[in-house]
């Protein structure tokens, strides 16, 4: 079983629309948590980063953890076209060399 | 705004033959991480440097694969020989230092190809 789990997807959705992006992990030293997202054929690039349990806006971006659960999420409310993309959730703990542990990736398009 | 560079972007080669990439962190960062991206995949880190030394290197394939960051700056990591399953996208990174709160800035990435 992979540290990190996430649907690779891909997910359509029309323009306007509440996008849910989701993963899990089984790892309980993980404490940091963050989203990248990956245009084709470019590097990930950081989106929102979160520590600990809670939640986290960014305009219409929406971080959520739930460390009871193992589980954090991703909103993106009245997606755009311009939204489409591979989304990454990757994590990592307090100590150690700083890895990150990646899901595979939700593909994203945003239909106009 | 400063980036991380890679070069080449692209690179096709044959199987058995040997490949180079290079990477120049973003100035200041003294963490340097190389991954590799299986195409549907997400990254799975390399190896991991802190100024010169390596901090972590447990998933790179020694048989093959070689790193160095010798002035603790940028970076070259080697493959020799190239094999079919070595296609792959090649990311660097870098962040300021170890600690949890150091983001990793990514940059554009490697695409190779082995035919």
């Known amino acids: 079983q992979k540290e990190v789990e996430q649907d690779p997807g891909p997910l359509s959705v029309p323009e306007g629309a509440i996008v849910s992006l989701n993963c899990t992990y089984s790892?309980?030293?993980?404490?940091?948590f963050m989203w990248y997202r990956q245009y084709s054929r470019k590097g990930p690039e950081l989106l929102m980063y979160?520590?600990?349990?809670g939640n986290k806006e960014d305009g219409r971006f929406t971080a959520q953890v739930d460390k009871s659960s193992k589980y954090i999420s991703l909103f993106i409310r009245d997606s755009q076209p311009s939204d489409s993309a591979t989304y990454l959730c990757?994590?990592?703990?307090?100590?150690?060399?700083?890895?990150?542990?990646f899901g595979t990736g939700t593909r994203l398009t945003v239909i106009p | 705004e400063a980036e991380v560079a890679q070069s080449p972007r692209y690179k096709i080669t044959e199987k058995s033959q040997a490949v180079a990439f290079w990477c120049d962190p973003i100035?200041?960062?003294?963490?340097l991480y190389w991954y590799r991206q299986i195409l549907g995949q997400g990254p799975e880190l390399l190896v991991q440097?802190?100024?010169?030394?390596?901090?972590?290197d447990s998933q790179l394939p020694k048989d093959r694969f070689s790193a160095e960051r010798l002035k603790g700056v940028d970076s070259t990591l080697k493959i020799q020989p190239a094999e079919l399953g070595d296609s792959a996208m090649y990311l660097c990174?870098?962040?300021?230092?170890?600690?949890?709160?150091?983001?990793?800035?990514f940059g554009p990435g490697t695409r190779l190809t082995v035919l």
């Open positions: 790892n309980s030293a993980f404490q940091y």
């Open positions: 990757a994590m990592k703990g307090l100590t150690g060399a700083n890895n990150l542990f």
């Open positions: 979160t520590y600990s349990s």
């Open positions: 100035s200041g960062h003294a963490t």
């Open positions: 990174a870098s962040s300021l230092g170890l600690a949890g709160t150091d983001t990793q800035y």
């Open positions: 440097f802190q100024d010169e030394s390596v901090v972590d």
